[in-house]
């Protein structure tokens, strides 16, 4: 290759040069407008998340900051995973969590697949659908308790009006047996329309003409659905249960309303747990290692199951 | 629409499709039902059994959401001038006379305080964010935004203990400054990444002729794109409020007065011996209705709000 005059000249003058005389270079316009981002999230989440990693190898009491703070190593780290409570707590999470996602799953997959027959009025009814889990979780579990009432609410009366038990016989937030039933029921109609709407997305976003040339080599109309509509959304389905999963890992909100993590600590989430210590108990040591421990765990989880998705996706 | 598209539903398969979302619509909204019509019922309405679906609409709920009262003596309750007003004479009726205003007001206008402030904030930072990684080389670009998203894996908890005593040293703790500044940052990971989709969408073309034109990027980015990009600013705007606006973990562990929202204070809403529902169902209905209103009108973005950009419709 030649190298003409013309060629060392261009090299030695970039763009970038030419652009500053007018201004800022675009460097620097992309530092100016990152930075302040950049160092709000530093200020609000990294530092105080190195602060949690110090303060958990420590025993520090975040409501006497006067007393001495001894460095007790990872002592925090152990009594946590060698507590039993602890253990019952994550069980309690692992239950909610598991069936709540079974729940939206279907629920929100039959509902997608029956909104996408477009029969009349189907905008109007997906949006209605979709108000709840726009509302405030806290305000709308307050309200949930009003409905678990077992003498006057209305959830107990429609069971009744349905099955024939009488509403007063059983009593959905006093119960051992039924109190992470009612979270769960709450938790699914907030969310299922989530889970619905991602599905709506991932069916519309298949190819008519693969189910007409499915339909040409006459595959049944069963056969269709499980080779071609169910990998078509899965993609879709697995990221929507990616984040209910990080959502109702951190759950919190909903269920201090509902339950407060009652009767007894049946409902008891890793986060409801959590906050007690940290700010009822006010072991702040203990429950910094018990913060890391749980945001270690949602983010190695997140982690593996993202690159499940990312195989998904390429098939 | 082409008639002979054999892939299309049936008749009769869009009717029952059509009936069993409605069945589930109307399960469904049933609880929301009656949170608003249980704010018009009366105290002894509310409870009673069965459920009552007729009733008397009565202001008792949103009259008692916004003062406090207490109940005189026999002899003084008789001693008092006449009502003056409707809502002294509902107050009245209940037994009891109004001794002053609820904090519920305050509450809301804290909500709307905090909201709008961290809203515009995200928005502004959000927006210079987004730019720079649609439009430029930023180093490191791929790491920062995912970087950025990870910041909403937290749970809240995990940082509310070093929050809670920095903002304790900083004096920022219950001020509206303070959780401006706490929503920002927790909803910037959002903004940054809605943004920027709908910035990478407008064509790079437009800035181009503008620069060739002489205006600086700075200029071009005034007047080309931000002009262009409204729609989308606005629907993460009300993403962000949306967020801001029902938040309930961080309001609840960082205020206890001064900056408290309405979510932490809508379930201690307690009447006389116990919760005094139709008040809460008022406060509630007040407190969700922007929601529900902004719901219908951000219905072509929201799904794209909620995932973060990373489903599209």
Request: proline share 6%; glycine share 6%; hydrophobic share 50%.
């Amino acid at each position: 290759m030649t190298d003409t005059p013309a060629d060392r000249i261009a090299r030695a003058t970039p763009p970038a040069v030419a652009r500053r005389i007018r201004g800022l270079s675009d460097r620097a316009i992309a530092w100016i407008f990152v930075a302040p981002t950049i160092f709000l999230l530093l200020a609000v989440n990294i530092f105080p998340l190195i602060w949690t990693v110090r303060l958990s190898f420590t025993n520090f009491q975040a409501n006497r900051p006067n007393r001495e703070v001894e460095w007790v190593g990872l002592r925090n780290y152990e009594r946590i995973l060698t507590d039993d409570g602890i253990w019952a707590n994550m069980q309690a999470t692992a239950h909610f969590l598991v069936w709540t996602i079974v729940l939206q799953v279907i629920l929100g997959f039959a509902l997608a697949w029956a909104i996408n027959r477009k029969f009349r009025g189907n905008d109007l009814l997906t949006t209605l659908i979709v108000l709840p889990m726009m509302l405030s979780p806290a305000v709308v579990g307050n309200f949930w308790t009003f409905l678990y009432q077992p003498q006057i609410g209305l959830f107990n009366y429609a069971v009744s009006f349905v099955s024939g038990v009488p509403p007063s016989s059983f009593e959905m937030l006093g119960s051992v047996r039924l109190a992470p039933w009612a979270i769960i029921i709450v938790d699914t109609w907030m969310w299922t329309p989530f889970v619905m709407l991602i599905c709506l997305a991932g069916l519309r976003s298949i190819p008519e003409y693969i189910y007409e040339a499915a339909e040409i080599d006459r595959a049944s109309k069963w056969r269709q659905f499980w080779t071609i509509t169910v990998p078509m959304v899965l993609p879709f389905l697995m990221l929507a249960v990616l984040f209910r999963g990080i959502e109702n890992f951190k759950m919190f909100d909903l269920v201090v309303q509902l339950t407060g993590g009652g009767p007894g600590s049946v409902t008891e989430l890793a986060s409801i747990n959590l906050k007690r210590e940290a700010f009822e108990k006010w072991r702040t040591g203990y429950s910094s290692a018990y913060a890391i421990i749980l945001f270690v765990t949602v983010f190695g989880l997140a982690s593996i199951y993202v690159k499940a998705l990312n195989k998904v996706k390429e098939r | 629409m082409s008639a002979v598209s054999i892939t299309e539903p049936t008749a009769r398969s869009k009717w029952v499709a059509g009936i069993l979302v409605t069945l589930y619509a109307v399960i469904t909204l049933m609880p929301l039902a009656w949170i608003i019509m249980t704010g018009f019922k009366s105290g002894p309405d509310s409870i009673s059994y069965p459920p009552k679906v007729v009733f008397e609409p009565s202001l008792e709920g949103y009259v008692n959401l916004f003062t406090t009262r207490t109940r005189l003596s026999q002899q003084a309750f008789q001693q008092l001038p006449p009502p003056e007003t409707w809502y002294d004479r509902i107050v009245r009726d209940q037994g009891m006379v109004i001794a002053g205003q609820s904090r519920f007001g305050e509450r809301f206008m804290n909500s709307v305080i905090i909201g709008f402030g961290s809203t515009f904030l995200s928005i502004f930072l959000g927006t210079l964010a987004a730019y720079a990684f649609s439009r430029f080389k930023v180093p490191l670009k791929d790491d920062l935004l995912f970087f950025i998203l990870s910041t909403r894996m937290m749970p809240p908890i995990a940082v509310a203990i070093p929050i809670f005593l920095m903002y304790r040293t900083l004096g920022l703790s219950d001020t509206h400054l303070g959780m401006i500044i706490l929503y920002t940052a927790v909803n910037i990971s959002l903004a940054v990444w809605l943004l920027k989709g709908f910035i990478d969408e407008i064509p790079r073309e437009y800035e181009e002729a503008a620069l060739i034109d002489g205006y600086t990027r700075f200029q071009a980015f005034r007047k080309v794109v931000l002009p262009q990009a409204t729609t989308g600013i606005a629907a993460t705007a009300i993403f962000c409020l949306i967020f801001a606006w029902n938040e309930y973990a961080f309001a609840v562990l960082l205020t206890s007065g001064v900056a408290q929202t309405a979510p932490p204070f809508i379930p201690t809403i307690i009447g006389v011996g116990g919760q005094d529902w139709p008040a809460v169902a008022a406060g509630a209905t007040l407190f969700l209705l922007p929601v529900m209103i902004f719901t219908i009108l951000l219905r072509k973005h929201l799904l794209r709000g909620i995932t973060f950009g990373a489903v599209r419709k």
